[in-house]
């Protein structure tokens, strides 16, 4: 515990610093709530996302064995050419916000090209938006998690620290000036009663 001064200011002092604690509590309390709602919407967008391209996995499970046909469909047959991302603010934190993506396609003959390549380019390009789209969300989870960690760290500090300490440097403070006063009214009886002697 510090060492504090015995005085009227340092009795003012504590009080402001009491005062500017329990104001600024429930503001982090809530931002502390509130961080811990969107960790969880951000969690439950990202199992949505994944449970979707499991989906897609499982419709190419069917055809997949096509891909093998020589010289029809290549792994560069799509490539991403941006990924379109936004900055957004979740109770003071900056987070990228996912907003699409653009693909460059392998041009290929429509007439020589089996049917199921169009297919195969659009599954493709899907689970590329929804893996770019999991991988932002996934950065918005950690940095919404790091700033959790610092405003429960707050939360803590002003709660199980900061406030009862100070509460018991105002009540040592008021106890000492309570004793200084009446000490002091005592020395005054005395002096009186000395004077009135003599």
């Known amino acids: 515990m510090a060492k504090i001064k015995l005085t009227k200011n340092e009795l003012k002092k504590q009080k402001d610093s009491l005062k500017m604690y329990q104001r600024y509590l429930p503001t982090l309390m809530l931002k502390k709530q509130q961080l811990q709602a969107e960790i969880r919407n951000t969690e439950n967008r990202i199992q949505d996302l994944k449970a979707e391209k499991g989906k897609i996995d499982e419709s190419f499970k069917v055809w997949i064995g096509v891909f093998g046909e020589k010289g029809v469909f290549t792994p560069d047959i799509v490539k991403i050419a941006a990924v379109k991302t ?11 916000l ?8 392998q041009a290929y003959d429509l007439a020589r090209a089996p049917l199921w390549l169009d297919r195969a380019v659009e599954g493709l390009e899907r689970t590329l938006l929804l893996d770019l789209e999991t991988k932002t969300l996934e950065e918005q989870r950690n940095r919404l998690d790091h700033e959790l960690r610092v405003t429960t760290q707050r939360v803590n500090l002003f709660e199980k620290v900061k406030i009862p300490e100070t509460k018991i440097h105002i009540k040592k403070i008021q106890v000492y000036l309570g004793d200084q006063q009446t000490a002091a009214v005592v020395r005054g009886k005395i002096a ?3 004077m009135e002697a003599t």
């Open 86 to 96: 936004a900055v957004g603010n979740i109770a003071g934190v900056s987070i990228p």
């Open 98 to 105: 996912f907003q699409g993506a653009d693909f460059e396609t």
């Open 192 to 194: 009186k009663r000395g």
